[in-house]
Each structure stands twice: as C-alpha cells, then as structure tokens.
C-alpha cells in the first residue's frame, strides 16, 4: 500500500449534499480496492487564482488514504467525468521525520559546508 492525497476542488455552487456524496464515492472505491481510508479535511470555498469555467471561487476537500497505484488511477479516472469536479490533484505523500530545532539545522548547514570546501 502506498500513501496518497488527493486535494479536490468542487464547485462552488453545488449543494453540500453533492459534494458529501462526491467525497463518499472515493471513500467507497478507495476501501472496495482494499485500502485504507485516511482523512478528509475540508477546506472551504477559497478564491481562484484565475476563473475556471466562469467560476472564480472553489471548493476544496483534502483527501488522505492508503491503496495501490491501480485503485488510484480508477479514483482519479472517475474525478475527471464526475460532474461538479472541477480540479483535482493526486500525489504520493512522502512520511517526514519530526522537524528538527531551528539551531540544530544550521549546525547541520555549517558542518556540510565545511565538509564540502576544498581544504587549499
């Protein structure tokens, strides 16, 4: 199982029991191919950056989960002819360590620079 998320951004003006029903789908795919539903964190309606299909505001929805490549493909297959979809952006979510103190990372920068110039 891989990790993916998937952010989505619906359209504004579908009525919140359209995009429930939109998010449920991919939860349903997601755990009939045998993976694991992760979160689904809702972001709200934010504004375009430009106008997509004469709408300048979005809805998103961050999806979370962990299945095989093949499930994702179909997910993301049925996205592009769902009605009321207007974007959507699969990727691989890469597991980060626990971020390290401000003062430890420039120790770590100084000594790799050190290292790195030519001793003459």
Do not use: C
């Amino acid at each position: 199982m891989i990790e993916y998320e998937i952010l989505l951004m619906l359209d504004p003006e579908l009525p919140e029991e359209r995009q429930t029903e939109i998010v449920s789908r991919v939860r349903e795919n997601i755990e009939a191919a045998g993976g694991s539903w992760g979160a689904h964190d809702v972001w709200g309606r934010r504004k375009l950056a430009y106008e997509i299909d004469h709408k300048t505001d979005g809805v998103y929805h961050l999806l979370t989960f962990d299945t095989e490549p093949e499930a994702l493909e179909e997910v993301s297959r049925v996205l592009k002819i769902t009605d009321g979809v207007m974007r959507h952006l699969a990727v691989r979510r890469i597991a980060a360590g626990p971020p390290q103190p401000l003062e430890t990372q420039g120790e770590q920068r100084q000594d790799a620079e050190e290292q790195a110039s030519p001793v003459g």
